[in-house]
Structures are given as structure tokens and as C-alpha cells.
């Protein structure tokens, strides 16, 4: 009987099954869409776990239907999934509230504290990273102080995929990747920090096993074979989130590799052989899915998002009919730069390299003669603009970039990928089968299940380049020009941002406590 890897990538919008074979071939996939995060006041993004659930047992049945295969072909499962989520548990395990996820932006005075009791130096210096809004750790500490009532019954959390997982199998296990973004763990000796549990107040026992992402970690109970179709007893890796989990399934797993994606968010990624660190926290530093090994990233809160919310926007209006590649090629039918418009893409906050919760969107240089395809085109180059940030603090932290690889939505596009070339000034590369976080998933539970004996020799199995795209000297001039000039917005604009968020939160209704 032929037996086949499953991976599963629990992501904003949906969850994605992939079946792969162990010669790396993808054999079915299906998707399963989430329903839209609710955000009941500015800058919060919650989603309800158990909608994950549905739609994750739902991918899982229709990709092994699609491959007219049995769930006793399936040899082992990897999963990955939106990091930084905290789902609250209560005793038997009950979800105690709405998931608050990755972009959410509600504890800025949750980081202020740690900076003020554990110290913004020593933070860095246990978790190799600093307090910010998305983490784990500082949600947890918003509903204590925010939620009496679902705090007295907190038991444990866990992250998005990792719920999956125990609705899976019933067992409370992460991994080192995904743990790196909680500021939990000690990153550098890849292990819970009891040091940080207690400046906070926490207790260890909220916090589930974790394990390297190859290992084995759990099996299939009677409830989730029921629900999945999936067989009793089958084996579970412990996975990774999903940026480590898309590195892996981009082939990115040495020092020198870097890959840019773009899905919701969007992150450049660079493996290496230890803990690099920016001293000011602009980069994250976490483990990577390949055991003693580490990456370096930056991370665009709204990249994908960018162009999906001008793109819904759009559709408000009674005769609006367009597409994604409708509105790309009205895109690139402008020019490169524009014609002068810039587009800051904080939509959702700024990670890298601003840290900033309160930055906001912004189209610059408007004037009447844009037209609607000027500005699609300064979406994607401010997107692009926004990823070379990292690129540039990479090269303070002598971080090496000796190829680039693209994922996500970013890479199915050619205006996207090209304008990528252009801006970062280097060569691109697409694979073969770029099914992101799911594939890479697979390969890992591959590994776990001894079809390759590294994650590097799987990735030299299963991973390919399919094209290359060149920079074009041209466009690559007058992306520099321009690049120049973004690098101003922010400067210029925070004060603007500050004051804006400020009169908006003293127009907020008082959330109730213990609601």
C-alpha cells in the first residue's frame, strides 16, 4: 500500500492540506476557507479556533478524497499556521475566548510594562527579542489585566496550529519556530524561559511540550480520525509556524538563503547557524524548523493586505467588476515608480524596522492625473519597498544574502515578481512547487517519519528552481530613486501617527471588564 505525507498550513484566511509523495511530488490539495477576523475596535484581529477546526477536518477530508485515496495512506502529518495566536483554555480544555492573533495591536501598554519590569535589554537578552503587540506573552497579559472573569479560568494556551493539533490528537504540544514567537522561550538555548515566566507572574504549566519541529510529537485520537477521515494512531510531527514552516518548502535552510514572501503579511527570511540579533529588536530572531539552526526575519504587517483591502474597497462601488489580475495589469500598464506615488503600507502597524503600533496607511504624492492602475502599482512597489527595509538592516547585521527565493501571492504574479527584482536590485528565484507553509509541512513530517534523514537532504530531493528573474537596469535606477524617498515617509509621518491613534483611542467606548 502506498503511503503518502500530509501537511497542513492553518493560515488567516484558510487552511491549506496538501498530500505529497515521497519523492516530494504534490498529489492533491484543497483549501478551506476561515471567516473574516472580526477587529470590534481599532486594531484588534480575533478569530474563533473553532472555525479553524472546521475548516482544517474539511481540507483534510477533501484533499485525501481529491488523491481517491483512504486516510491509511497517510503516513504522517506536519502542520504549520499563523504564529503569535493565543488561544485561552480552561479546565477540559474549553476555548475560554475569541483567539487574539498575529496582527492584532491592543498591548501596547502590556509591552510598555515588560520594558519597565523586565527591562527592554534583558528581554532581548533572554527571548532574543523584544516586547511587541504581537506576541503571545502580551496577550496573555492583556486579558489578565482586561478579562478578570476569562483570566480566573485560564489554564493553558496554545498557538493556532497547535489547536489543530490537539483537536487532532488531544495532546498540548508546539515547537522551538513557532515558540520563538511568543517571547517565551529562550530562543538561543531552545527551551522554555522559566527565567521570563516568573518576572511575569505566569505559571509554567500553562505552556505546552515543546519539541523540535521533525519530532514526532503526537497521534491521531478516535475524535479527530472521525472528523478527518484520517487513520487512528497516525503519527503528527510537531511542525513549525508558518514562516519557518514556507522557508522550509522554499528550500531556505542554509546561511545565505533568503526568501521574500508575500502572503497577508510579509516577511523576508534568512537562515543561519546562531542566533543573530539586531540590538534593537528590528529583525526577529527564532529558531528555525531545521534542528540547531536559527533565522533571522523582518516582517510587513500588511503586504498582501495592502491589496486586498484597496481591492475591497473598490468593490463598494455598484458597478465594480474587477479582479486581482485585472487590477495588476491596469498596473502594469504604469510606469516603474508610479509617476511619483508612494504607498506606505501600515495598515496594520509596523513591525520591521519601526516597531510601531500606532503607523498607519498612507498614499503619498497624489495628484489628478493617477489613475486607479498608478495606484495598484504603488501598492506593490510600496509593499516591495517595505520588504527591502529588511534587506537593508540585514546588511548592518552582516546577515549574508546570496540568493532570493519568492513565496506567496507575491510570487504568482510577474509584475510582483519583477518589481521584487528590481527593487531588491538582485536576481529572484520562483520554485517548482510553491505551496508554501503546507509543503514545507510535509517535508518535515518526511523527515519525522525517516523518508529523508535531514530536512536538508529533503529540501535537495523536493525542492527546484523553475525561473529566474533578472532586475532590469532601468527600473532598477529609478526603484532606487525611490526607494530613497520611502525611506522619509515614516520619519516624517510618525508624529502625525501618534496624535492620530491618540484622539482615536479617547474616542474608543470603554471596553467592559471581564466581557
Given amino acids: 500500500m502506498k503511503s503518502y505525507l500530509l501537511g497542513l498550513d492553518v493560515g488567516t484566511g484558510g487552511t491549506r492540506a496538501v498530500l505529497v509523495s515521497k519523492d516530494g511530488a504534490i498529489i492533491s490539495s484543497a483549501t478551506r476557507e476561515h471567516q473574516p477576523f472580526a477587529s470590534p475596535h481599532d486594531g484588534w484581529a480575533e478569530q474563533d479556533p473553532d472555525d479553524w477546526w472546521r475548516a482544517a477536518a474539511g481540507a483534510i477530508r477533501d484533499c485525501i478524497t481529491k488523491a481517491r485515496l483512504g486516510g491509511e495512506n497517510v503516513a504522517c502529518i506536519g502542520l504549520a499556521g499563523q504564529m503569535h495566536g493565543a488561544v485561552l483554555l480552561g479546565d477540559n480544555n474549553q476555548v475560554l475566548r475569541p483567539a487574539i492573533i498575529w496582527c492584532d495591536q491592543r498591548t501596547q501598554e502590556e509591552c510598555d510594562w515588560l520594558d519597565q519590569t523586565v527591562g527592554r535589554e534583558r528581554l532581548i537578552q533572554l527571548t532574543c527579542n523584544p516586547a511587541l503587540t504581537n506576541f503571545t506573552l502580551t496577550k496573555l497579559l492583556w486579558v489578565r489585566n482586561h478579562e478578570p472573569r476569562v483570566w480566573q479560568g485560564f489554564r493553558s494556551f496554545l498557538l493556532p496550529k497547535d489547536y489543530i493539533r490537539f483537536r487532532l490528537t488531544g495532546e498540548h504540544a508546539t515547537d522551538m519556530a513557532d515558540a520563538s514567537g511568543t517571547l517565551m522561550l529562550d530562543v538561543a538555548r531552545r527551551r522554555w524561559s522559566s527565567d521570563i515566566m516568573a518576572r511575569v507572574g505566569l505559571p509554567e504549566s500553562c505552556l505546552p511540550r515543546v519539541f523540535e519541529s521533525v519530532e514526532i510529537c503526537a497521534r491521531v485520537s478516535d475524535d479527530g480520525a472521525r ?215 510535509a517535508l518535515l513530517a518526511g523527515v519525522g517519519r525517516g523518508v529523508w534523514s535531514s530536512v536538508e537532504e529533503a529540501c535537495e530531493c523536493a525542492v527546484h528552481v523553475a525561473t529566474r528573474v533578472p532586475p532590469h537596469p532601468a527600473a532598477m535606477d529609478v526603484m532606487r530613486r525611490q526607494y530613497q524617498i520611502y525611506r522619509t515617509l515614516y520619519p516624517a509621518l510618525k508624529p502625525v501617527f501618534a496624535r492620530l491613534t491618540s484622539n482615536r483611542s479617547r474616542e474608543m467606548p470603554n471596553c467592559p471588564a471581564g466581557e
Avoid at 335 to 361: F, I, K, Q, S, V
Avoid at 395 to 410: A, F, H, T, W
Fill in 227 to 441: 472528523a478527518t477521515g484520517l487513520r487512528v494512531g497516525t503519527p503528527a510531527i510537531a511542525g513549525a509556524g508558518d514562516q519557518a514552516g514556507g522557508a522550509i518548502g522554499l528550500g531556505i535552510v542554509r546561511p545565505g538563503d533568503v526568501s521574500a514572501t508575500i502572503g497577508t503579511s510579509g516577511v523576508v527570511f534568512a537562515a543561519t547557524d546562531s542566533p543573530a540579533m539586531d540590538p534593537q529588536g528590528r529583525a526577529h530572531t527564532f529558531c528555525h524548523a531545521v534542528p540547531d539552526r536559527w533565522h533571522v526575519m523582518g516582517v510587513t504587517q500588511a503586504a498582501g493586505l495592502s491589496l486586498r483591502w484597496f481591492r475591497d474597497l473598490l468593490t463598494g462601488s455598484p458597478n465594480y467588476q474587477k479582479s486581482y489580475q485585472e487590477l495588476i495589469a491596469e498596473a502594469a500598464a504604469t510606469p516603474a515608480g508610479a509617476n511619483g506615488l508612494l504607498w506606505a503600507p501600515y495598515l496594520m502597524g509596523e513591525r520591521t524596522p519601526h516597531l510601531d503600533a500606532r503607523a498607519r496607511g498612507a498614499l503619498v504624492g497624489l495628484s489628478a492625473s493617477h489613475t486607479r492602475g498608478h495606484v495598484v502599482r504603488a501598492i506593490l512597489e510600496g509593499v516591495g519597498f517595505s520588504l527591502k527595509d529588511t534587506f537593508a538592516l540585514f546588511d548592518e547585521m552582516k546577515v549574508p544574502v546570496r540568493s532570493i527565493r519568492l513565496g506567496g501571492g507575491g510570487a504568482r504574479s510577474t509584475l510582483w515578481r519583477q518589481i521584487q527584482a528590481d527593487i531588491y536590485g538582485q536576481e529572484v528565484e520562483i520554485v517548482y512547487a510553491e505551496e508554501g507553509a503546507a509543503y514545507g509541512s
